[in-house]
């Protein structure tokens, strides 16, 4: 079983990854973001959409929003916080390598680094032409991941998030196969037990992801340094790339 399979690590270290502040994060960037902004009633693919972070601050934008992902626990957490915000989303449960909705989205997310799961990299690829294919033409990808430029600025000593009831996790990341891949070890204590995970995902550079976009038909691919539109640069604080499935030309739509 790979560990993006494995329910019991969603349900430990959620609350490490998806935390109330993270959320009201989520909701301020939704409201704002020019990356963020479609015409009302747009149809939005949150693909490994988790325990909702997104889903519900895209539908209070008037957005027709779906969330797919693999684990049963994070979509009845999603679930849960949809019908609690009284939000109307539809909920699936799919593998992002194999789910595609041919043309039956405007928008499709990609967020909180859920790209580069798979360890064969024609894998990681199938994932872009599934989003191709369930866009409509005009459509949009963005995908959101921890840039490999990024990354460099910070990686270094473990890390300790302090949860509640006197939980912490403590966070080591580690750099495989030269700048390719990498490794995060997760030791979540509580109560005096300690519980160990590791997950692993590729790494990608501005130009890599341009690329990856580029080869699956995405065209006018831009990158950005964060959701408020601003460049990817040195003061970059995540690496966000969209891409547009063109237009059917006019002999095209003829047909």
């Avoid at 840039?147 to 495989?176: F, N």
């Avoid at 300690?194 to 995902?201: G, K, L, P, Q, Y």
Wanted: charged letters at 25%; glycine letters at 10%; hydrophobic letters at 40%.
């Amino acid at each position: 079983m790979h560990w993006y399979e494995d329910d019991g690590f969603w349900s430990d270290f959620s609350e490490t990854m998806f935390s109330g502040r993270r959320r009201t994060e989520t909701e301020g960037i939704v409201a704002k973001s020019p990356l963020l902004e479609f015409p009302p009633g747009s149809r939005v693919l949150d693909l490994c959409s988790g325990p909702g972070v997104y889903l519900v601050p895209l539908a209070r934008r008037g957005y027709a929003v779906t969330g797919v992902d693999l684990s049963p626990v994070m979509l009845e957490r999603a679930g849960a916080v949809c019908e609690e915000a009284g939000a109307e989303v539809r909920l699936v449960r799919a593998d992002m390598l194999t789910h595609v909705e041919p043309r039956s989205y405007d928008v499709v997310l990609n967020v909180f680094t859920s790209f580069g799961y798979f360890d064969a990299p024609d894998d990681n690829e199938r994932v872009l032409r599934n989003a191709y294919d369930s866009l409509v033409p005009g459509g949009q990808l963005l995908v959101d991941v921890m840039g490999k430029e990024v990354l460099a600025g910070w990686i270094g000593r473990p890390q300790v998030v302090e949860l509640d009831g006197g939980a912490y996790v403590v966070q080591r990341d580690t750099v495989l196969d030269s700048w390719t891949r990498l490794r995060t070890d997760w030791t979540l204590v509580r109560d005096g037990i300690a519980r160990e995970a590791s997950i692993t995902s590729f790494l990608y550079s501005a130009a890599e992801l341009r690329a990856l976009l580029e080869a699956a038909g995405f065209t006018d691919v831009c990158c950005y340094g964060d959701f408020d539109g601003g460049p990817y640069d040195n003061h970059a604080k995540r690496l966000i790339v969209r891409g547009t499935r063109p237009e059917l030309s006019a002999d095209a739509r003829e047909l």
